[in-house]
């Protein structure tokens, strides 16, 4: 992936590596931009809380009032926040809920934050993050697996042109495409029928 970015002139930063975090590994979660700040998060699991430690050497680049810290106590992680055009989209899910919600709607009142509530362990579904079942793509796209949803807001249903994603793509974690432009995304290769999908739409 840093060499697919590259090629697009992105600078990539990488977080330090941490003695004693075991599961240092999904950058994604540990942190949000949302509009011109820094939101670091705060993770469900002990063994996953001191990551953003690793980020340090990059945040310590950016203008200290521009960097934010979910509070003690509120989880919210970076997987179930998604940021597209003045809303963001928060996941209720195995790792984020209500309050993570709540600390958005304070921090953020220029944005529509809008929850979205996803299918728990207990419905037969193992969707950890929203990530992992609806994501944007383009200027009105979005990949979208409806079963890993308890209910689709309005937000999602009429503002976007569905594409939708099977259980075995959803696996494969499918939806996990990262967009660098309204016009390209870098996507799993193994994704075919997503990624022919996607080339359709432009």
């Known amino acids: ?33 949302i509009d011109d700040t820094f939101v670091v998060m705060q993770m469900a699991n002990e063994s996953r809380q001191d990551e953003w430690r690793g980020l340090r050497p990059i945040l310590d680049q950016i203008e200290p009032l521009k960097i934010v810290k979910v509070p003690d106590g509120v989880v919210l992680e970076g997987g179930d926040v998604i940021v597209d055009n003045g809303r963001i989209f928060v996941g209720l899910s195995q790792r984020t809920g209500s309050d993570g919600v709540a600390f958005l709607t304070n921090r953020f009142p220029k944005f529509e934050v809008i929850p979205v509530p996803l299918k728990q362990l207990a419905d037969g579904e193992d969707i950890l993050h929203l990530d992992c079942s609806f994501l944007p793509v383009g200027s009105h796209h979005a990949l979208i697996y409806f079963d890993g949803l308890a209910e689709i807001p309005t937000a999602i249903a009429e503002q976007y042109d569905l594409i939708e994603v099977t259980k075995a793509e959803q696996q494969i974690l499918a939806t996990n495409v990262l967009s660098i432009s309204p016009t390209q995304v870098i996507s799993r290769t193994k994704s075919s029928r997503i990624n022919a999908e996607l080339r359709q739409r432009g």
Do not use: E
Not at 6 to 30: E, K, N, S
């Open 1 to 33: 992936l840093p060499i697919s970015l590259l090629r697009h002139g992105i600078a990539v930063f990488q977080p330090i590596p941490l003695d004693g975090v075991p599961d240092q590994l999904m950058t994604r979660d540990i942190g949000v931009v």
